[in-house]
T-cell receptor
Framework: RKEVEQDPGPFNVPEGATVAFNCTYSNSASQSFFWYRQDCRKEPKLLMSVYSSGNEDGRFTAQLNRASQYISLLIRDSKLSDSATYLCVVKGNQAGTALIFGKGTTLSVSS | GAVVSQHPSRVICKSGTSVKIECRSLDFQATTMFWYRQFPKQSLMLMATSNEGSKATYEQGVEKDKFLINHASLTLSTLTVTSAHPEDSSFYIC??????????????FGPGTRLTVT
């Protein structure tokens, strides 16, 4: 089983749509969780951290369910500029541990 | 914010040659740097963890004699792909961990190096 698994995608949605991405992780000891965004041929950029209480940043809402080892990202009112690959990322609980990336889900928003 | 640079951004080399990629933390000190590789339509895969002043820790399946890592200072780590072959063509990305640590921004990514081996 892969450490981080995501919806295969791609997601093709019209502008203004709401889209949700799901992710599961296998290591129950994981302590930190993130969503990254990666544009084509670029490095990944942190979109937001994910907290157990759930957190929202504008049109983006992230949720974490530790019991089921499940992470989600909801994007409301999709914009053309949201088109990218969204990476689910987890990190262990030790200093200096690397980030473990999911394969990513590609989102394409069209007008 | 913290900046990590990589050089070169793109390199094309012939099979059998060696290529060195530099990763620098420009405005912070990094005791730990990570090297990732990303093939087309695949996720970033951790290759190795580089600690300043000590040997790198390689992930399973990554040949340490082929991918030489040196982390000689708190701001520089290098990855040398030795005797490169076409299957080594990939996007190589480094990230650096701020010495002070903590918070979601504790790792900062470089812009990546696209290696093409002909």
């Amino acid at each position: 089983r892969k450490e981080v698994e995501q919806d295969p995608g791609p997601f093709n949605v019209p502008e203004g749509a709401t889209v949700a991405f799901n992710c599961t992780y296998s290591n129950s000891a994981s302590q930190s969780f993130f969503w990254y965004r990666q544009d084509c041929r670029k490095e990944p950029k942190l979109l937001m951290s994910v907290y157990s209480s759930g957190n929202e940043d504008g049109r983006f809402t992230a949720q974490l369910n530790r019991a089921s080892q499940y992470i989600s990202l909801l994007i409301r009112d999709s914009k053309l500029s949201d088109s990218a690959t969204y990476l689910c990322v987890v990190k262990g609980n030790q200093a200096g541990t690397a980030l473990i990336f999911g394969k990513g889900t590609t989102l394409s928003v069209s007008s | 914010g913290a900046v990590v640079s990589q050089h070169p951004s793109r390199v094309i080399c012939k099979s059998g040659t060696s290529v060195k990629i530099e990763c620098r933390s420009l405005d912070f000190q990094a005791t730990t740097m990570f090297w990732y590789r990303q093939f087309p339509k695949q996720s970033l895969m951790l290759m190795a963890t580089s600690n300043e002043g000590s040997k790198a820790t390689y992930e399973q399946g990554v040949e340490k004699d082929k991918f030489l890592i040196n982390h000689a200072s708190l701001t520089l780590s290098t990855l040398t792909v030795t005797s490169a072959h076409p299957e080594d063509s990939s996007f190589y990305i480094c990230s650096a961990r701020d010495l002070k640590g903590g918070g979601p921004y504790e790792q900062y990514f470089g812009p990546g190096t696209r290696l093409t081996v002909t």
